[in-house]
């Protein structure tokens, strides 16, 4: 494997992040309490910084399905009786609980991630708000009015909870995609099981940890281990009503067709590769500040980063050195070396190998790196900030998710092809535009085939507005009452009044 010559250097941090009392208890969470933690299969948690090993955590089997299924099961009914005011209060609860205890998943969460303190901060602060929108936005829900809609018959609509729902989660952001199930499912009135990814898997079990009290027993469950034993499992269960997955598109796939036997409703926010569209109008040096974060951010392990530049050609060598130096400029380093760092390790050994292999792939293909370009050495999963220029079109490195912190350049020369081939994708969660023109931003927004388009951003997201993909990203929403929608049914109620 190549290392780059003109190599960042990683800043160390000389003390730990966490010590064992942070650690959650040993065990998947069900009914109110940790148990089944003795099993003798466990998996190991690792600090992608370090490669130390942070903790172990029990590996899941149909059995611990099945007693979190049960004990779902069996809350589901009074939970989805509650007034909405009482359930209102139990999020408002837990958003103050984490608020409270913020602290100690920033360093979980970075520990066990490798991403940047600033950026752990970031998904704590989103996760609290993502609690208190549901908190509120469940006592705020409408639908269409009651009333006669055929002659003598009154119409009344009744939104319902689902029942139990299965969540899945990734390993980039453990706590906040947790969130962004657990929130408005519950908020819903729904009873949830979730299974963390196996490699991230602390911060979840801390949340419940922390929250255990606040809810009733069975309402959250968490239970750990292979996507292919429990997350298959919470799929296949005839009595999950529901399965909501945020992962791979591979995995994506795995769960439709999982879920097909029992029918069960799917929600899935999967990949992307989002285009980046810069006409000659934007400012250059703007536009290329602004995309070190929203590539780089995270380590660029986020599924709508800025990771796919298209530059007009008359702009291409300015628009290139902007970004070269920004991304030179990035500082790279263990989660608590300092809070300006922006770069950490990726998340695993296996994932290191499968970014540097497309970095070594595209250096075969002719591909130039103007910036970073290699693996970074010594301990730790560290990659070097990469600008990929020269890149042809179809080109490997531009169509395939990466997933790390790489960006690649390609050009285009009229708006018509920049639209044809930002949309050349089977992917469609984000996209942004940048551009100086009002009708150019709008007209090009409009065309561009994804979930979320920025004009002149990218990655700021809110709670009030919704989050979710098209085509190959996947379908359902997360965020925003949108997703209180998808975790709710409705019913129709008719009456019929006739003397
Ligand atoms: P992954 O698909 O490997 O794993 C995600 C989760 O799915 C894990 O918990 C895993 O155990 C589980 N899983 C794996 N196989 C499964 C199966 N057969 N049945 C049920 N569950 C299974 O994804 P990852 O590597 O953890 O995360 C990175 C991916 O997630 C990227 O593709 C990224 O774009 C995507 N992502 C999307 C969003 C979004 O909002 N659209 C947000 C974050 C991440």
């Given at each position: 494997?190549?290392?780059?010559?003109?190599?960042?250097?990683?800043?160390?941090?000389?003390?730990?992040?966490?010590?064992?009392?942070?650690?959650?208890?040993?065990?998947?969470?069900?009914?109110?309490?940790?148990?089944?933690?003795?099993?003798?299969?466990?998996?190991?948690?690792?600090?992608?910084?370090?490669?130390?090993?942070?903790?172990?955590?029990?590996?899941?089997a149909a059995a611990d399905?099945?007693?979190?299924?049960?004990?779902?099961?069996?809350?589901?009914?009074?939970?989805?009786?509650?007034?909405?005011?009482?359930?209102?209060?139990?999020?408002?609860?837990?958003?103050?609980?984490?608020?409270?205890?913020?602290?100690?998943?920033?360093?979980?969460?970075?520990?066990?991630?490798?991403?940047?303190?600033?950026?752990?901060?970031?998904?704590?602060?989103?996760?609290?708000?993502?609690?208190?929108?549901?908190?509120?936005?469940?006592?705020?829900?409408?639908?269409?009015?009651?009333?006669?809609?055929?002659?003598?018959?009154?119409?009344?609509?009744?939104?319902?909870?689902?029942?139990?729902?299965?969540?899945?989660?990734?390993?980039?952001?453990?706590?906040?995609?947790?969130?962004?199930?657990?929130?408005?499912?519950?908020?819903?009135?729904?009873?949830?099981?979730?299974?963390?990814?196996?490699?991230?898997?602390?911060?979840?079990?801390?949340?419940?940890?922390?929250?255990?009290?606040?809810?009733?027993?069975?309402?959250?469950?968490?239970?750990?281990?292979?996507?292919?034993?429990?997350?298959?499992?919470?799929?296949?269960?005839?009595?999950?009503?529901?399965?909501?997955?945020?992962?791979?598109?591979?995995?994506?796939?795995?769960?439709?067709?999982?879920?097909?036997?029992?029918?069960?409703?799917?929600?899935?926010?999967?990949?992307?590769?989002?285009?980046?569209?810069?006409?000659?109008?934007?400012?250059?040096?703007?536009?290329?500040?602004?995309?070190?974060?929203?590539?780089?951010?995270?380590?660029?392990?986020?599924?709508?980063?800025?990771?796919?530049?298209?530059?007009?050609?008359?702009?291409?060598?300015?628009?290139?050195?902007?970004?070269?130096?920004?991304?030179e400029a990035i500082v790279?380093?263990?989660?608590?070396?300092?809070?300006?760092?922006?770069?950490?390790?990726?998340?695993?050994?296996?994932?290191?190998?499968?970014?540097?292999g497309f970095l070594e792939?595209?250096?075969?293909?002719?591909?130039?790196?103007?910036?970073?370009?290699?693996?970074?050495?010594?301990?730790?999963?560290?990659?070097?900030?990469?600008?990929?220029?020269?890149?042809?079109?179809?080109?490997?490195?531009?169509?395939?998710?990466?997933?790390?912190?790489?960006?690649?350049?390609?050009?285009?020369?009229?708006?018509?092809?920049?639209?044809?081939?930002?949309?050349?994708?089977?992917?469609?969660?984000?996209?942004?535009?940048?551009?100086?023109?009002?009708?150019?931003?709008?007209?090009?927004?409009?065309?561009?085939?994804?979930?979320?388009?920025?004009?002149?951003?990218?990655?700021?997201?809110?709670?009030?507005?919704?989050?979710?993909?098209?085509?190959?990203?996947?379908?359902?929403?997360?965020?925003?009452?949108?997703?209180?929608?998808?975790?709710?049914?409705?019913?129709?109620?008719?009456?019929?009044?006739?003397?």
């Open positions: 494997m190549t290392t780059t010559q003109n190599r960042p250097t990683v800043r160390r941090s000389e003390t730990s992040l966490i010590t064992a009392a942070d650690l959650p208890p040993h065990g998947h969470f069900v009914n109110g309490t940790f148990q089944g933690g003795q099993e003798a299969e466990a998996f190991d948690i690792v600090d992608p910084a370090t490669e130390a090993l942070i903790a172990r955590v029990p590996n899941g399905v099945e007693n979190a299924v049960q004990a779902a099961l069996a809350a589901k009914a009074a939970w989805g009786r509650l007034l909405p005011k009482a359930r209102s209060e139990v999020l408002h609860a837990i958003a103050d609980r984490i608020a409270e205890n913020a602290e100690v998943l920033v360093r979980l969460e970075a520990a066990n991630t490798g991403k940047p303190i600033s950026a752990a901060r970031d998904d704590v602060d989103g996760t609290v708000d993502t609690f208190r929108f549901m908190a509120g936005a469940l006592r705020a829900t409408t639908s269409m009015a009651a009333g006669n809609y055929a002659e003598d018959h009154l119409s009344l609509i009744l939104r319902e909870p689902l029942g139990v729902v299965g969540v899945v989660t990734p390993w980039n952001y453990p706590l906040l995609m947790a969130a962004w199930k657990l929130a408005p499912i519950l908020a819903a009135g729904n009873t949830v099981v979730i299974k963390p990814s196996e490699q991230t898997p602390l911060s979840t079990l801390k949340l419940a940890e922390l929250i255990a009290d606040l809810i009733p027993a069975g309402v959250l469950n968490v239970v750990t281990g292979l996507g292919p034993v429990v997350g298959a499992g919470l799929t296949a269960h005839p009595d999950v009503d529901m399965i909501a997955l945020t992962g791979s598109v591979n995995s994506g796939k795995a769960v439709a067709r999982g879920a097909a036997e029992s029918l069960k409703r799917v929600h899935l926010e999967l990949g992307g590769k989002a285009p980046v569209v810069v006409f000659e109008d934007a400012d250059l040096a703007e536009t290329a500040a602004a995309l070190r974060v929203a590539s780089f951010y995270n380590t660029g392990q986020e599924c709508g980063a800025a990771c796919r530049i298209l530059v007009q050609e008359s702009v291409a060598e300015e628009f290139i050195g902007h970004l070269t130096r920004e991304v790279v380093g263990d989660p608590g070396a300092g809070e300006d760092v922006e770069v950490g390790p990726v998340v695993s050994k296996a994932h290191f190998d499968r970014v540097a792939r595209a250096a075969a293909d002719g591909v130039r790196a103007a910036a970073g370009g290699a693996v970074l050495e010594g301990s730790g999963y560290f990659v070097a900030p990469t600008v990929l220029v020269d890149v042809p079109e179809g080109a490997e490195c531009a169509r395939e998710e990466i997933f790390g912190p790489v960006v690649t350049v390609e050009t285009f020369a009229t708006e018509e092809e920049a639209v044809r081939r930002a949309n050349d994708t089977r992917l469609g969660l984000a996209a942004s535009v940048w551009t100086e023109s009002g009708r150019r931003g709008h007209d090009v927004a409009a065309r561009l085939d994804a979930g979320t388009v920025w004009v002149n951003a990218h990655l700021v997201l809110a709670n009030e507005v919704p989050w979710g993909g098209f085509k190959g990203s996947g379908y359902g929403r997360d965020l925003s009452i949108y997703a209180l929608d998808d975790y709710s049914r409705t019913k129709h109620v008719m009456h019929n009044h006739a003397r």
